[in-house]
């Protein structure tokens, strides 16, 4: 949404000032919510203007500005589950984030894959192997 004109908002500041008004009364005349009108008032007191401040921006992240540190730890450790790399930041750097943290500044750098330990998945395949053996076999009887 568009912020108001300046014209508008000095015309309810002068419409409030020029006195046997409330402000309710001026929000309503002027189609817009009490509050706005308050806080008008108050920027106009305080600030002495009524121009609208910049809406919106960028949020940054947690981790914005660690770009290089983050490559280097996912070069260094490319096997490492998403909590080894936060247990390796809050040790490294005394600064500890989330999972969430993490995966998010590592989706901005697209360095993101699905990492599976050769060991797991290796020992996974193996238990697999076990127990269908002894399941399928009828030396078990």
Known sequence: MKAYSID???KIVQAYEQGDTS???VASRFGVAKSFVQKLLLMKKNEGHVKPK????LM???LDGCEV???AMVEKYPDAT?????????MNYNHWVSTSTMCRALQKLTLTLKKRRYAA???RRKES????VSIGSKSNR
């Open 8 to 10: 508008l908002r000095e």
């Open 23 to 25: 402000v309710r009364k």
């Open 54 to 57: 910049p809406q919106g921006g």
């Open 60 to 62: 940054k992240g947690e």
């Open 69 to 71: 540190k983050i490559a």
């Open 82 to 90: 998403l909590l080894e790399y936060c247990e390796y930041w809050g």
């Open 121 to 123: 998945a290796k020992g």
């Open 129 to 132: 192997k076990i127990s269908e």
